[in-house]
């Protein structure tokens, strides 16, 4: 579905992504795991066009979207949940939604998308006309993801969704991308919380220093030596 | 960087005002351009003094022509001769209106009360940057222009001051150019210059080494109200009659972007700036009235009448559209390698 | 009493105009963070539509002013503030002060420098007594006018999905693109607005000051010297504060210059030195709010040292 390969970012003359590639498979859950710096999130920015690779290519649905601007890659098919959560505040919970509405291809079924979000995360229903900056981070999340998801993506990218979360919503959190990919969507997630993360997807890439360095897969969740090393570095 | 390179960098803006002060001054071109070369030297002084603040701080300044239109009304008014200023500024304070100086002191003058004007006002202006630090200084214009164009007792007036001696003469202001350039120079290369533009480039780290930056945003403010109000001394002399409105927007917005034309990050952009805005706005006025050759047969009579004001304002306008950095991307001058020149004539020699 | 009341309405005719002009400016500031100094221009070209078709219908003057200014406004969007939108903040103000400079040597070169008058309807600038106090039709109209496009306005960015995607990219324009928000749109919308509110401005203040009867090409220069002023003093990164700083400039200007006296021998002393005591003012607010008179909290878009 998703198909990253050689991809290479540079910020100024430092590369902070090199020779990178991974596949997402038709309603897969992919894990991307590593440390803070690592390009994780520079690999999900070049994949939704905000900042330009300098090699590689990245294709969706065997056709490149590598060059094109956010939000053309948006109407592709692709959606972000960004990395903490970007929520506007100063707008209502469900001016945020309708936002997520920006990157349809079709503006048919726009009401029963939002439905669907409300139906998956009630809370977000409950305080739909509050301003979202009263919301609390769980419920912020949960917002942006469902932003994300109004706009009907084949793909859902995920940047760090349990950030600041505490336990029992990181619960909630997972469990709700269970239910979404049940609903045909395909999941990149990037996490720090490598241990639920390999345990919870159906393949994990393991990231530092921008390049990949293994692939784990849920049985390896266990496994902590392999966990250790996947973080730290093999020899 | 080396020293000697350094100071190398010095070498194009001097060479470039010399030669046009030499050239202005021989036979090679039309005796009738010679004040044309006059107001181009004029324009450097007052684009590099401009420089000497917002190149070296980073922080945009639309007032600056204020310390130049309180040096060009101080040098003008003091050197209206005596018997004259009952007639022409009839309403001056009594010490005003019963002395006048020399031509060297009221450019003395003129440098002294802009550079004091500057630091009173800088004193507290320099802790804002951004947006606020552009519109404040530019209400600092607005009340300048406002008062100079009003108030009788320290000049015309809604009047224009007349009789103003024309002593701008091409050397003097080849000299008065090339002084505020070299001022300029031993500033940004001095040890305050530097510790100013190294808090443009990181305001953060200059401040964790010890750099007090609202301090050394007011000496290179005071020295550029200095060399702002001496270049308003150059062209009062130069032009021999003043209006508030002549050292206001229009003057603001022209010297403003013949620096962002030229370069705001360097000195060398500053002059290329002014010279080669100067230089396009000399050639339309020729070409409009039929003095230049090739226009003529080209086009089978004189350019139309404004183009200049209109090809000036749009050459300016698509530089800064399309070289948001300007002409000389913020780089000093260089001498070309010799290796490399050594190599162009070869090919050419072949 | 009845002066009074009479400055005072006249006041807050003029902070309306004002008001209209800060949002005309706020609103593209928003979307593309360009402080464009060329606005007044845009309503200088309204004018001289306006003035060039005196004999025409009213209303048919009219639309040529709205054609004129969109279509002018459209031009720059297209030439000028698409390859800025990666510049720096003080290149954009100096390339649109260069803009302003070439649309009013091309109006200099074209019309020449002497005014042309500029007649709309000539009814409106008669006076109606209410209770004593003569107020001119224009003034209740430009007050009028001026709470209608707020609304209109208000409606715009409240309740549309491209006011929406307006008031998302102002606030955060890289997450309202990665959520599907066309940067183009909303700027091409953005800009197409502030020029309806341009055009608005360019029909009134002919007929609501005096001084503006005549179109040149400095027209309308000198009050979006004092707006932008005002929006910065207000706070220019909303579009609110923005406005009111507009607003309570017009305001401040209309009653200054109702009550100094119209000579006098010292600075501050006379109205002709409203302009100092304007920028006098300015200045000092600056020193104690440089965020924004109007701005609640720390949305700083200006840092100080
Ligand atoms: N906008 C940027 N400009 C310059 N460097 C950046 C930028 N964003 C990220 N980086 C650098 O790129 C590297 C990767 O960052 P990032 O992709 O954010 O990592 P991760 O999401 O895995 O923590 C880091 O070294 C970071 O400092
Ligand atoms: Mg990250």
Not at chain 1, 54 to 62: H, N, P, Q
Not at chain 2, 56 to 62: A, I, K, P, Q, R
Request: proline share 4%.
């Amino acid at each position: 579905m998703l198909e990253v390969s050689g991809l290479e970012v540079r910020y100024g003359t430092v590369p902070a992504v090199r020779d990178l590639d991974l596949s997402v498979g038709r309603g897969e859950i992919v894990g991307l795991i590593g440390p803070n710096g690592a390009g994780k999130s520079t690999t999900l920015h070049a994949i939704m066009g905000a900042v330009r690779p300098s090699a590689g290519d990245i294709r969706l649905a065997g056709s490149s979207i590598r060059g094109r601007a956010p939000e053309q890659v948006v109407r592709a098919g692709v959606a972000l949940v960004p990395e903490g959560r970007r929520i506007f505040t100063e707008l209502t919970v469900e001016e945020n939604l309708r936002l997520g509405l920006a990157g349809r291809r079709s503006k048919d079924g726009s009401a029963e998308a939002l439905e669907r979000v409300y139906e998956l995360f009630p809370v977000v229903h409950e305080s739909r006309s509050r301003h979202a900056g009263l919301l609390s981070g769980g419920q912020q999340q949960q917002l942006a993801i469902g932003r994300a998801l109004v706009g009907e993506p084949d793909v859902l990218l995920l940047d760090e969704p349990s950030l600041g979360l505490a336990p029992t919503v990181v619960d909630t959190v997972f469990g709700a991308l269970l239910a979404i990919r049940a609903q045909g969507v395909t999941i990149l997630l990037v996490e720090q919380r490598a241990q639920r993360t390999v345990a919870l997807a159906d393949r994990t890439y393991v990231m530092s220093n921008g390049e990949l360095r293994m692939t784990l897969g849920p049985g390896d969740a266990g496994d902590s030596r392999r966990m250790v090393e996947a973080y730290f570095g093999s020899s | 960087m080396t020293d000697r390179r350094g100071s190398l960098e010095l070498i194009g803006p001097v060479l470039a005002l010399a030669l046009a002060g030499i050239v202005g001054s021989t036979g090679f071109v039309d005796p009738a351009l010679e004040n044309e070369f006059k107001g181009a030297l004029v324009s450097v002084a007052i684009v590099v003094a401009l420089y000497v603040f917002v190149g070296n701080s980073g922080v945009v300044s639309f007032g600056h022509v204020s310390f130049v239109a309180v040096g060009a009304f101080a040098a003008g008014v003091m050197t209206v001769p005596v018997a004259l200023k009952p007639t022409i500024t009839p309403g001056l304070f009594a010490f005003l209106g019963e002395h006048s100086v020399g031509n060297l002191a009221s450019l003395a003058l003129a440098a002294v009360l802009g550079g004091l004007f500057a630091l009173v006002v800088g004193i507290p202006l320099m802790r804002l940057s951004g947006l606020a630090a552009g519109i404040a200084t530019f209400a600092v214009l607005g009340v300048t222009y406002n008062i100079l164009n009003n108030w009788e007792k320290i000049g015309p007036g809604p009047l224009t001051l007349t009789t103003i001696p024309e002593t701008t003469g091409l050397l003097q202001a080849t000299i008065g150019a090339i002084a505020v350039v070299a001022v300029a120079f031993a500033y940004q290369r001095s040890r305050y210059g530097r510790k100013l533009r190294a808090s443009r480039e990181d305001p953060a780290a200059a401040r964790a080494a010890g750099i007090d930056i609202h301090r050394e945003r007011l000496w290179a403010f005071a020295l550029s109200g200095a060399l702002s109000g001496l270049a308003g001394g150059l062209l009062v002399h130069l032009a021999g009659t003043l209006q508030a409105r002549d050292v206001y927007l229009d003057l603001t917005f022209l010297t403003l972007a013949m620096l962002v034309v030229g370069g705001v990050g360097s000195l060398w952009g500053a002059v290329v700036g002014a010279l080669a805005v100067s230089a396009l706005d000399s050639f339309l006025l020729r070409a409009e009235s039929g003095e230049v050759g090739f226009v003529d047969d080209l086009l089978g009579k004189p350019l139309w009448g404004g183009s200049r004001l209109v090809g000036v304002a749009l050459f300016m306008a698509v530089v800064l559209v399309f070289l948001p950095q300007g002409l000389t991307r913020g780089r000093e001058f260089h001498l070309p390698r010799l290796g490399r020149r050594r190599a162009v004539a070869q090919e050419s020699s072949a | 009493m009845t002066d009074d009341v009479q400055t005072l309405v006249d006041a807050v005719a003029l902070g309306s105009i004002y008001a209209l002009m800060a949002v005309g400016i706020g609103l593209v500031f928003g979307v593309l963070r360009l402080v464009n100094f060329a606005y007044g221009q845009l309503i200088m070209a309204g004018a001289y539509a306006l003035a060039l078709t005196n004999d025409q219908p009213v209303l048919l003057s009219i639309a040529l002013c709205f054609a004129v200014v969109l279509a002018l406004s459209l031009a720059l969007e297209l030439a000028a503030f698409r390859p800025l939108r990666r510049a720096s903040p003080t290149t954009m103000l100096v390339a649109t002060f260069a803009i302003s400079y070439l649309l009013q040597s091309i109006a200099l070169v074209k019309f020449g420098a002497i005014g042309k008058i500029v007649v709309v309807v000539p009814k409106l600038s008669e006076p109606v007594t209410i209770g004593g106090v003569h107020i001119r039709w224009i003034t209740i109209m430009t007050i009028i006018v001026a709470v209608l496009v707020f609304a209109a306005l208000m409606v715009l960015l409240t309740k549309t999905t491209i006011g929406l995607h307006m008031r998302a990219a102002s606030i955060d324009p890289a997450t309202a693109r990665l959520l599907g928000v066309r940067a183009n749109a909303v700027i091409t919308a953005a800009v197409l607005v502030s020029g309806v509110i341009a055009a608005i401005v360019a029909v009134i203040l002919p007929m609501a000051v005096p001084e503006r009867l005549l179109v040149g090409p400095d027209f309308a220069l000198r009050e979006t010297i004092i707006v932008l002023v005002g929006v910065v003093v207000g706070g220019i990164d909303r579009l609110l504060s923005a406005t009111l700083g507009g607003f309570t400039m017009g305001v401040a200007v209309g009653l200054l210059s109702g009550y100094l006296p119209s000579s006098g021998a010292w600075p501050f002393t006379s109205s002709v030195y409203l302009d100092s005591a304007v920028f006098m003012l300015v200045i000092i607010v600056l020193l104690i709010r440089p965020e924004g008179l109007f701005v609640r909290g720390r949305h700083a878009a200006l840092e100080r040292v």
